[in-house]
């Protein structure tokens, strides 16, 4: 008898049956019977006549992709899915369970005829490779939505739907003359994403020289073509607007725009010498030529000084070692290096500062603010000086800086210049405020001290006489000013 119930227990808990539960919603076999069923069942409301048509969302995937679904859900079933959702027990959400993979599709990519609706898979097959895309966040879509997918909507409903975000099919609009209807839509209603995606779909299904001429009388439209162009770096497409639009300096302008491209300087070089004689004009004539000519220069003086380094033969290079190449920089920069390394030399050399102010009729501020500042940092205070002194015809010596003396005095601080150089500059600032501010700043007492002498301020010098060191000339000096001017009010 025992062996009998025995077996009899060892048969109900070897079956495969078991009894139920409440809990089976729950577990994974069921929600993936659900998914699939609601695939099947979604094949049969979304296939139609248009298999072969691309239906896009603006975010740039395709319908279906698991990113799409997730931001239309999210956007336009919210209110329906919490509804749905509270009807439902707890855990028995069919696709949350199933991995999330995001899309690789973008809006560039959109209107090239890659990004075909995928055929859907069996069950096993999807669970099988994880590379391929999740349809189950779809479930949940509204079936009355279902119905836009394939619904034919005339191009001012395309445009505002567009605007909103939900889903077009532009590959519905074959004609010439409904490609241009949505495409005036689309300027119309003043969306910059809107007309850029309609511009990119009329530049993949049309012939170039029925979109330019068509373009050619829609400004708007032409220009966003033109900005998406440049951004997206098709040249040879944006080469051949231009050229058909016939804007030559434009049209030269970008072939210009092609040496950013080149690295070897000496095909550069070349690239910048044919650009000479491409139709810009006159000013950007003259800014292609300086650019060639500078670019031979550095040429020039980056062979020369890289032999001079590696030789050690000139103190300037072995006490500060070059920190970058010269090739390829700006005027500016070009100059004060000019001016760190070759300051001395003669205006016959290539390398010669006065040479590139002159060749490049660089302006005396502009020069004079390069070279103070290369000299500053090699703390070469004697050019420093030189810098701004000049001969009248009568042989007097005076100093004069284009660029203001207040702003000679803050270069030579940031460069640590001693504080006798400091107090020579802020002697030379004219008004009387700024001098005093800056002598007051970087601690130029004498230029405080005689200031306020020649103002005859007895409160103000007796006030700084507090901000010196005690006991120190400063502060004698200050005290025989004051009594001095107190003997002379008696």
């Not at 070469?380 to 030189?386: C, G, I, K, Q, S």
Request: aromatic share 8%; net charge neutral; glycine share 4%.
């Amino acid at each position: 008898m025992s062996r009998a119930r025995a077996d009899e227990e060892e048969y109900w808990h070897s079956s495969k049956f078991r009894a139920f539960t409440f809990d089976d919603e729950d577990d994974e076999l069921s929600q993936l019977k659900e998914s699939k069923r609601a695939v099947n069942s979604l094949r049969d409301i979304v296939d139609d006549d248009d298999d072969d048509l691309e239906k896009v969302s603006w975010s740039g995937e395709p319908v279906g992709s698991i990113s799409w679904s997730i931001k239309e859900t999210a956007s336009s079933s919210t209110t329906s899915l919490e509804s749905r959702d509270s009807s439902l027990p707890k855990g028995s959400s069919s696709y949350t369970a199933l991995p999330k993979q995001a899309s690789s599709y973008s809006l560039s990519s959109l209107f090239k005829g890659r990004n075909k609706l995928p055929s859907f898979q069996s069950l096993s097959d999807a669970l099988s490779d994880t590379g391929v895309k999740t349809y189950a966040p779809e479930l949940r879509r509204p079936k009355a939505e279902y119905k836009d997918y394939s619904s034919d909507w005339s191009p001012k409903d395309t445009v505002r739907r567009m605007q909103r975000g939900k889903v077009c099919s532009l590959e519905r609009f074959r004609s010439l003359q409904d490609k241009l209807v949505l495409l005036d839509e689309a300027v119309a209603g003043n969306d910059g994403n809107v007309i850029t995606a309609v511009l990119i779909f009329l530049k993949r299904t049309l012939r170039k020289e029925i979109l330019f001429r068509e373009l050619e009388v829609r400004q708007v439209a032409l220009c966003h073509l033109i900005h998406f162009l440049k951004e997206t770096g098709e040249q040879k497409f944006l080469l051949d607007l231009l050229r058909f639009l016939d804007r030559t300096e434009e049209l030269a302008l970008s072939q210009y725009r092609e040496h950013l491209n080149i690295q070897d300087v000496e095909k550069r070089r070349e690239f910048l010498k044919g650009c000479i004689g491409l139709p810009f004009s006159a000013e950007d004539t003259s800014h292609i030529q300086d650019h060639y000519t500078l670019l031979e220069r550095q040429i020039i003086i980056e062979t020369s000084d890289r032999r001079l380094e590696r030789e050690g033969e000139l103190e300037i290079f072995r006490k500060y070692p070059r920190k970058a190449s010269i090739l390829n920089m700006p005027l500016v920069t070009t100059l004060f290096y000019s001016c760190f390394y070759h300051y001395t030399e003669a205006e016959g050399t290539y390398s010669s500062p006065t040479n590139l102010k002159k060749t490049f009729k660089i302006p005396d501020k502009q020069y004079v603010l390069t070279a103070l500042a290369a000299r500053a940092k090699l703390r070469a205070w004697n050019d420093v000086d030189a810098l701004f002194t000049t001969k009248n015809w009568l042989g007097y010596t005076k100093k004069k800086a284009p660029i203001g003396f207040h702003r000679v005095v803050e270069i030579l601080q940031r460069n640590n210049a001693p504080v006798q150089v400091l107090q020579e500059y802020v002697r030379l600032v004219e008004d009387v405020e700024t001098r005093l501010n800056l002598a007051t700043k970087y601690k130029c007492h004498d230029v405080v001290i005689d200031t306020y002498r020649d103002l005859k301020d007895r409160i103000q010098l007796a006030a700084y006489r507090c901000k010196v060191e005690r006991g120190s000339a400063e502060e004698e000096k200050i005290d025989s000013i004051l009594n001095n001017m107190v003997r002379n009010s008696t």
